[in-house]
């Protein structure tokens, strides 16, 4: 069964105090990886699609990477503006209709 | 990229009724899906709203419980049939191609 799951949970930094977020994945032929940020009340926000191991993206101060198992979702000096629920989700091969399965997501707080 | 909207916002319904919620994106897109998001867990799929067809339906997602319609390859709907407090949730709306999904706003519900 294709699964994702995401650590941790919950996040806490200080302003400027750089971490990553994991997503671990199970799929038998992944087409692509998305990261998205979901702030509360609102819809999820695409970020970036990765599609094969070593394959980097950036946005700002959010950095992507993917391997053949999980992806890491780093974020340099962050601001309190980057707090954020982050998801992780994969597109399968054989998944019908290229739909997308979330994990269950990171929440981001970052404070001044 | 795609701008989605959906309507309503919110509502809140009594038992026993049905409430029709409406995506609409600004350009054509290939694919679009309807996804439920639960408080406090991620996004499920409900199905693929396939255009001048039969919408294709998730595990444990039936077309009685969940009509959709897709006229055109900017519009949809989704209904909620029938409805009981567990149908309480947030309706998501996503278009796009295959590598960037974009997501409307959400519809959130309340069965009373």
């Known amino acids: 069964e294709d699964q994702v799951t995401q650590s941790p949970e919950a996040l806490r930094l200080q302003e400027g105090e750089s971490s990553s977020l994991n997503c671990s994945y199970t799929?038998?032929?992944?087409?692509?990886l998305f990261w998205y940020r979901q702030d509360p009340g609102k819809g999820p926000e695409f970020l970036f699609t990765l599609y094969s191991a070593g394959e980097e993206k950036e946005k700002e101060r959010l950095k992507a990477t993917l391997t053949k198992k999980e992806s890491f979702l780093h974020i340099t000096a962050p601001k309190p503006e980057d707090s954020a629920t982050y998801l992780c989700?994969?597109?399968?091969?054989?998944?019908?209709?290229?739909?997308?399965?979330f994990g269950k997501g990171t929440t981001l707080s970052v404070s001044s | 990229s795609a701008v989605i909207s959906q309507k309503p916002s919110r509502d809140i319904c009594q038992r026993g009724t049905s409430l029709t919620i409406q995506c609409q994106v600004d350009?054509?897109?290939?694919?679009m899906f309807w996804y439920r998001q639960q408080p406090g867990q991620s996004l499920t799929l409900i199905a693929t709203?396939?255009?001048?067809?039969?919408?294709?339906?998730e595990s444990g997602f039936v077309i009685d419980k969940f009509p959709i319609s897709r006229p055109n390859l900017t519009f949809s709907t989704l209904t909620v049939s029938n409805m009981s407090p567990e149908d309480s949730s947030i309706y998501l709306c996503?278009?796009?191609?295959?590598?960037?999904?974009?997501f409307g706003p959400g519809t959130r519900l309340t069965v009373t």
């Open positions: 996503s278009g796009g191609r295959a590598s960037e999904q974009y």
């Open positions: 350009s054509q897109v290939t694919m």
């Open positions: 799929v038998s032929g992944l087409r692509g």
């Open positions: 709203a396939n255009q001048g067809s039969e919408a294709t339906y």
């Open positions: 989700a994969v597109q399968a091969l054989d998944q019908a209709g290229t739909a997308l399965i």
